[in-house]
Antibody
Framework: EAQLVESGGDLVQPGGSLRLSCAASGFTFSTSWMSWVRQAPGKGLEWVANINEDGSEKYYVDSVKGRLTISRDNAKNSLSLLMNSLRAEDTAVYYC???????????????WGKGTTVTVSS | DIQMTQSPSSLSASVGDRVTFTCRASQSISNFLNWYQQKSGKAPKLLIYGASNLQGGVPSRFSGSGFGTDFTLTISSLQPEDFATYYCQQSYSTPPYSFGQGTKLEIK
């Protein structure tokens, strides 16, 4: 069974840094696009970033560009999100998700972790 | 960037009702539209991908339709476990792959 487990969430001060991790199992990680999605308290889902199979393509939502960096280690079946210059508005549950592509090239997120909580506050 | 707008923001219905959610894109996205269900405190769950394709294991009472800018998700006969928040998401062209703001389905 495909599974994703996030870790690394914590309470951090504004301007601080944090590294989130996502451990994948039960599927071929190295052939999957991967994404991070976040959800602020009481708010909706926000797509944050994604990365292609070998890490050569990365995309970000404008609000995190230059501060958050997505990366992966296919040898360890692991996805990461390095978060720098954190702001209060980055407070959220961060989900790791597999981004699958259908035969007709539609991308969708079909496997999700349970999330890890990041709180940015002094 | 493509903006996704869902309506209504909340909806009250009873078990057995037929309900429809609407999602509109700010530009044409062909059929690159997905629907997710999220229950309180849980991760989202994929229901529909490519506007109308039912994800494996999802009950057949869920269906999706639409093309271009206007899309709908329909539940043919509400069950108690269907009360949740529903999100649409576009995956057209290059990211960002934006979500709608969600529609919360509540028990009447």
């Amino acid at each position: 069974e495909a599974q994703l487990v996030e870790s690394g969430g914590d309470l951090v001060q504004p301007g601080g840094s944090l590294r989130l991790s996502c451990a994948a199992s039960g599927f071929t990680f190295s052939t999957s696009w991967m994404s991070w999605v976040r959800q602020a308290p009481g708010k909706g889902l926000e797509w944050v970033a994604n990365i292609n199979e070998d890490g050569s393509e990365k995309y970000y939502v404008d609000s995190v560009k230059g501060r958050l960096t997505i990366s992966r280690d296919n040898a360890k079946n692991s996805l990461s999100l390095l978060m720098n210059s954190l702001r209060a508005e980055d407070t959220a549950v961060y989900y790791c998700a597999r981004q699958h592509r259908s035969s007709r090239k539609v991308y969708y997120m079909d496997v999700w972790g349970k999330g890890t909580t990041v709180t940015v506050s002094s | 960037d493509i903006q996704m707008t869902q309506s209504p923001s909340s909806l009250s219905a009873s078990v057995g009702d037929r309900v429809t959610f609407t999602c509109r894109a700010s530009q044409s996205i062909s059929n690159f539209l997905n629907w997710y269900q999220q229950k309180s405190g849980k991760a989202p769950k994929l229901l529909i991908y490519g506007a109308s394709n039912l994800q494996g294991g999802v009950p057949s009472r869920f269906s999706g339709s639409g093309f271009g800018t206007d899309f709908t998700l329909t539940i043919s006969s509400l069950q108690p476990e269907d009360f949740a928040t529903y999100y649409c998401q576009q995956s057209y062209s290059t990211p960002p792959y934006s979500f709608g703001q969600g529609t919360k389905l509540e028990i009447k």
